[in-house]
């Protein structure tokens, strides 16, 4: 696909801690357009009384600190400003913040595990989670997310100098669950990002994973699969903002849709500001769609800015299950449905394979499992 | 003892009438060589007995041991003993080798293999047809050369062990030393007498090696000619001009 020759976005410009800089979402909005606003439950209007029950819980490796802190605590809000009005609401509304830190060089052995819980109730929830990984330390997160919930939330990685941070995001709600979520990363000189997202559960995810540069050197990784059935809206809207030379990214993402209703939608931009020479980037969205009646939405949007890129791409497609897969598997005597799933499974295995600790992939391919078997 | 029964097949793509009244029968012990030009229907024969959902059967019947294939689906014409070795074998991404092997033979026999029984067959399965171990971990046909294919198209037929076996040009594209690997694979797949075999191809080198009982010249969706193995050389020597000047 050719590059695209537009002038800046306006998509993204705005950022504000204040909820009142932020006009109620009409559904008219260019980052709303594909939202079915009325199905979040007032998290975008106000509406939503703040009396939602969600239970946090972290688990942590040896040499890893983690706190629960006040609003006023000078690390939250250090590394994103919320961009729009449910991310601004969230940060309005949250109690406590998570902040989990990994110390200078350290390398905690095992993953930083942290579990969301939605224990029903009226009402919504907000959160905040701040993980900070001190130049040149290593670490592994695991946010899990289950349960009923209505729940807004802003993430935030501080990744620094030569630190690398992997992180893992299951959203594996209840049916009738609502999510709203940013996860920013901040990626400082040589930093390593490594983000892989996994959305199967809710009635309607809307996450936005984002990456920023502070330094040059910095490489980002992300990467998401998702299964939608009847009647689930799940959203990824990602952005990466290049405006530090010499950085890398890419995204890959993948779902499978199948039944009345099932509605995916990912939103892929990327900037690649005056000052970010010799970035290469490549983005890539692939859905399959497995039966009449669903619907993905994919709008991958790449803004070059300066004459100096090492490589810049993307590309999105949405198709069928191809007859000639099946029909080859069904001549070895495998049924269909068996063939189907192989067939499914392995599109959405090959990113799955990426995930290197051996542990979390066989979690996350047991998860795809289950919704496959459903 | 296995009989496949193809009378009076006629198959359509897409409203175009390719198969125009085929009449065959492969008995167990048999091989049957169909030669033709390219373009004659040789696949469209093979891909309909499969039971590729591209073509439509417009008349006639297929009979498996008396069993009317043309009802049954892809999976379950397989389950019933029929293999079909493809031209063009489908790359099938994040899949590999070896999962989609087991699931086949469980699927076929209608249980799963003892796991180290069934790695041993694959190994000795894969040693004789010079596959190396390390393709059980690769994804299905994908980035395997012609060549490799096709082998592992026969690796599929030694393993599934059908009734009957239709082999659409496996031996094109081979090398020599390929060729003779592939053919004694399907030899050794003969070698019981209780196995049939409807061999497709263009050319008559892979007849020096896998020898047929039969020889059926196939010509604009129809059989024009058939004979014993001296056909063949005939057709070396003359080509398929005649056949198809006067079914033009
Ligand atoms: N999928 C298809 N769509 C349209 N035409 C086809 C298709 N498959 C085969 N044909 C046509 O049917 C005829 C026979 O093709 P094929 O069976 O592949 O011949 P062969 O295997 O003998 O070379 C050709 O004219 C070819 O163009
Ligand atoms: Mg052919």
């Known amino acids: ?374 | 003892m296995s009989t496949l029964e193809i009378r009076d097949l006629k198959v359509a793509v897409e409203d175009k009438e390719i198969l125009r009244g085929v009449n065959l029968t492969v008995k167990a012990g048999e091989t049957h060589a169909i030669m033709g030009p390219n373009g004659s229907g040789k696949s469209t024969l093979a891909y309909a007995i499969a039971g590729h959902p591209k073509y439509t059967i417009t008349g006639g019947e297929v009979l498996l041991d008396g069993v009317d294939l043309l009802e049954l689906s892809v999976d379950e014409r397989a389950r019933a003993g029929l293999f079909l070795a493809m031209q063009y074998p489908v790359e099938v991404p994040g899949v590999s080798v070896s999962n989609f092997l087991r699931s086949a033979v469980t699927s076929v026999r209608g249980e799963a293999p003892k796991l180290r029984e069934f790695a041993k067959d694959l190994k000795s399965g894969m040693d004789a047809l010079s596959i190396d171990s390390a393709f059980a971990q690769r994804n299905l046909n994908e980035g395997f050369s012609g060549g490799e294919k096709k082998r592992h198209e026969i690796l599929q037929l030694e393993l599934l062990k059908p009734k009957i076996a239709v082999l659409d040009e496996t031996d094109s594209g081979l090398d020599v030393d390929a060729l003779r690997v592939v053919s004694e694979g399907i030899n050794r797949f003969r070698a019981s007498g209780e196995t049939g075999v409807l061999l497709i191809t263009h050319y008559t080198r892979i007849l020096r090696y896998v020898k047929p009982d039969f020889v059926h010249v196939f010509a604009a969706g129809r059989v024009v000619e058939e004979g014993g193995p001296e056909l063949a050389d005939k057709l070396e020597a003359e080509g398929y001009e005649q056949y198809t000047k006067a079914s033009a």
Not at chain 1, 212 to 228: H, Q, R
Not at chain 1, 303 to 314: D, F, N, R, S
Not at chain 1, 332 to 349: H, S, T
């Open chain 1, 1 to 374: 696909m050719g590059l695209n020759e537009k002038p800046l976005s306006t998509l993204h410009e705005k950022a504000s801690y204040d909820l009142a800089d932020f006009e109620v979402p009409t559904g008219r909005e260019e980052a709303w357009r594909f939202t079915p606003l009325a199905r979040l439950k007032g998290l975008h209007n106000g509406k939503a009384a703040p009396s939602g029950q969600v239970v946090t819980q972290v688990y942590t490796p040896e040499g890893v600190r983690a706190e629960w802190v006040g609003r006023d605590d000078e690390r939250i809000g250090k590394a994103y400003v919320p961009a729009d009005r449910v991310s601004a609401q969230a940060y309005n509304g949250f109690e406590k913040a998570l902040v989990v830190t990994v110390s200078q060089e350290a390398a905690p052995e095992g993953a930083i595990t942290v579990e969301v819980k939605g224990n029903g109730g009226e009402g919504a929830a907000y959160g905040h989670i701040v993980v900070v990984v001190e130049p040149m330390a290593q670490a592994t997160v695991v946010v899990q997310h289950e349960g009923t919930a209505v729940y807004a939330d802003n993430v935030e990685f501080v990744v620094g100098d030569g630190a690398t941070l992997k992180v893992v995001s299951l959203q594996d709600w209840a049916d009738d669950a609502v999510h709203v979520s940013h996860h920013h990363a901040q990626l400082a000189k040589d930093a390593t990002f490594r983000s892989f997202v996994v959305t199967l559960g809710g009635d309607l995810v809307r996450l936005s994973p984002s990456v920023s540069y502070t330094g040059p050197g910095g490489d980002a990784d992300l990467s998401g699969v998702y299964f939608v059935d009847a009647g689930q809206h799940l959203e990824h809207r990602l952005l990466v903002d290049h405006s530090q030379p010499n950085c890398k990214s890419n995204v890959d993402y993948r779902g499978a849709l199948q039944g009345e209703k099932a509605h995916a939608v990912w939103i892929g931009d990327v900037i690649i500001r005056v000052a970010a020479e010799g970035t290469d980037t490549y983005e890539l969205n692939r859905n399959l769609i497995l039966t009449d009646g669903a619907r993905a939405d994919s709008v991958p949007n790449l803004e070059i800015l300066t004459g100096e890129v090492a490589g810049a791409g993307h590309a999105s497609t949405s198709g069928r299950l191809d007859d000639e897969h099946i029909f080859y598997l069904q001549a070895r005597g495998i049924p269909f449905d068996e063939a189907r799933r192989l067939v499914i499974r392995g599109f959405l295995g090959q990113l799955i394979e990426k995930i290197q600790v051996e542990e979390l992939r066989e979690r996350v391919m047991n998860a795809v499992e289950a919704e496959l078997a459903r």
